[in-house]
């Protein structure tokens, strides 16, 4: 079993920056793949950033430039750097790792940007 807790979300002012992390723990093999999500309230979860194994990173068109995702191998900790926030960034942020053919998420943070 994988068990995956969010920390870091809050409310900021438009322009701020955030960080929000997650720490896996249990049955992890070696480096998964992991990634972050978002669900604005009243909508469907969409895909926000994502790190390979290898280190390998992508974001979503609509973070890029202002979002960064990295990873503490040693730590099974992946990051996501929020920078330049926008008041459309607003909603709950859920980790997600793949391993063995199965998705793993968390339990969600929320992020409120918002003068």
């Known amino acids: 079993q994988v068990h995956l807790v969010e920390s870091g979300g809050g409310l900021v002012r438009p322009g701020g920056s955030l960080r929000l992390s997650c720490a896996a723990s249990g049955s992890i093999f070696r480096t998964p793949a992991m990634g972050w999500y978002r669900q604005p309230s009243g909508k469907q979860r969409e895909w926000v950033a994502g790190i390979t194994s290898n280190g390998a990173t992508n974001v979503a068109d609509s973070v890029k430039g202002r979002f960064v995702i990295s990873r503490d191998n040693a730590k099974n900790t992946v990051y996501l750097q929020m920078n330049s926030l926008k008041p459309e960034d607003t909603a709950v942020y859920y980790c997600?790792?793949?391993?063995?053919?199965?998705?793993?998420w968390g339990q969600g943070t929320q992020v409120t940007v918002s003068s």
């Open positions: 997600n790792l793949f391993q063995s053919l199965e998705n793993y």
